[in-house]
């Protein structure tokens, strides 16, 4: 389970966002940090049993703030990432933890490389009906909601601006996410919903990772 402590840590961290804060109350920051790492660690062990994970990796709390206008040094949530095993499986799992109703997992494709990503704009401008069916199933639809991620305004070049599949076209991320309330993230449900939610997206993984790994005309590439 995630504690409140995690959650209280992170709160008394937002308003004593310093150095000096954080060196007094270290013990407490290590205390936590092992208790999100142990979650994480469940996760693992639990999404390696329906699926193939290579790694999984929790993030420091410490902030780069070399080129943002934010200079405070810490991070005001933890948050960790599950890598599927390439380059048969792709895609992946994020968790982010944050107190305020501001907890989220999230999963998909973040940025995909330009081969991939004209891989499957080729894909939709041939045929999406597939894609479209598995993200509009009543279950993964109640559970994850719309597609989300950056688009373009415009057609990328080579594609006809009134292409049916446009708005699919036009995606350089593939994303889907869903927040959680504290009662939620603090529930000792949790950890179980995760790896449904999870599991719920497996379809869209496996069709997404059949593109990936096929030509256009459906011949492996690996």
Do not use: C
């Amino acid at each position: 389970m995630i504690s409140k402590n995690v959650f209280n840590f992170l709160e008394a961290l937002k308003i004593h966002n310093n150095r000096e804060w954080f060196k007094s109350n270290i013990s407490t920051f290590r205390t936590v940090e092992s208790e999100v790492k142990n979650f994480h660690s469940h996760l693992y062990d639990q999404l390696n049993q329906s699926d193939s994970i290579d790694n999984f990796k929790v993030f420091r709390i410490y902030r780069d703030v070399r080129f943002s206008k934010n200079k405070t040094p810490y991070k005001t949530y933890f948050s960790g990432s599950f890598h599927r095993t390439k380059p048969e499986l792709r895609g992946g799992y994020y968790l982010y933890l944050a107190p305020n109703n501001e907890s989220f997992i999230a999963t998909g494709f973040w940025n995909p490389d330009k081969e991939d990503l004209m891989r499957l704009r080729k894909e939709f401008e041939i045929d999406a009906d597939e894609f479209r069916a598995i993200i509009a199933e009543p279950r993964f639809k109640a559970n994850w909601g719309p597609l989300m991620g950056n688009e373009l305004k415009s057609s990328p070049r080579g594609f006809a601006k009134q292409h049916p599949n446009i708005d699919l076209i036009r995606k350089k991320q593939f994303i889907f996410k869903k927040g959680y309330t504290d009662k939620e993230v603090l529930s000792d449900q949790f950890l179980q919903e995760v790896i449904y939610s999870f599991m719920v997206i497996r379809p869209y993984f496996d069709y997404m990772s059949s593109i990936l790994t096929t030509n256009l005309n459906g011949e492996p590439i690996l």
